[in-house]
Antibody, heavy 118, light 111 residues
Framework: QVQLVQSGAEVKKPGASVKVSCKVSGYTLTELSMHWVRQAPGKGLEWMGGFDPEDGETIYAQKFQGRVTMTEDTSTDTAYMELSSLRSEDTAVYYC???????????WGQGTLVTVSS | QSVLTQPPSASGTPGQRVTISCSGSSSNIGSNTVNWYQQLPGTAPKLLIYSNNQRPSGVPDRFSGSKSGTSASLAISGLQSEDEADYYCAAWDDSLNVNYVFGTGTKVTVL
């Protein structure tokens, strides 16, 4: 059974960056394809990007390209999502999720609230 | 802005059957399988249906999915109070930039 545990809530000022972590247990990170999804308050789910095993690369939603970086530390089985140039519209709960390529999101982290406010 | 369109709300009384639609296009639902997620209030989403009509272990058979052309649907039969949640369809989109797209979401209310 895969378990994903995310880092705690963050408060950031506009223009800053945030880095959210997602610790994997039950499997090693190399066995998984990690994705990141966010949800603004009262809004729907939005895919930010993830590892595509077909290409062997991390792909990013066009909306976030140039502003988001997803990395992995296989020595600690921890995935990271860093979002830069934060603005108020980035206030959201950020989730890590993993699963087979056809259906990412078999397993989800508990979510990390990122608040962007001056 | 989501490319998969769902009705914003659906409702039913306990025991009734509720159906949620998900409308897409040839680049997403038309060429890839559809997944459904359930999000209970204040919790992370949970995979409910994958590959159009498959249920993960532990998901009751009251939940079923189907797909036809560029549309998909989720049916909940024998509606129960604990089914009150938000439901999202999702699929890979093979347009210019490959993306995994979610539907706009449907709030199911048990009356």
């Amino acid at each position: 059974q895969v378990q994903l545990v995310q880092s705690g809530a963050e408060v950031k000022k506009p223009g800053a960056s945030v880095k959210v972590s997602c610790k994997v247990s039950g499997y090693t990170l190399t066995e998984l394809s990690m994705h990141w999804v966010r949800q603004a308050p009262g809004k729907g789910l939005e895919w930010m990007g993830g590892f595509d095993p077909e290409d062997g690369e991390t792909i990013y939603a066009q909306k976030f390209q140039g502003r988001v970086t997803m990395t992995e530390d296989t020595s600690t089985d921890t995935a990271y999502m860093e979002l830069s140039s934060l603005r108020s519209e980035d206030t959201a709960v950020y989730y890590c999720a993993t699963g087979p390529r056809e259906y990412p999101g078999s397993y989800w982290g508990q979510g990390t609230l990122v608040t962007v406010s001056s | 802005q989501s490319v998969l369109t769902q009705p914003p709300s659906a409702s039913g009384t306990p025991g009734q059957r509720v159906t949620i639609s998900c409308s897409g296009s040839s680049s997403n639902i038309g060429s890839n399988t559809v997944n459904w997620y359930q999000q209970l209030p204040g919790t992370a989403p949970k995979l409910l249906i994958y590959s159009n009509n498959q249920r993960p272990s532990g998901v009751p058979d009251r939940f079923s999915g189907s797909k036809s052309g560029t549309s998909a649907s989720l049916a909940i039969s024998g509606l129960q109070s604990e089914d009150e949640a938000d439901y999202y369809c999702a699929a890979w989109d093979d347009s210019l930039n490959v993306n995994y797209v979610f539907g706009t979401g449907t709030k199911v209310t048990v009356l």
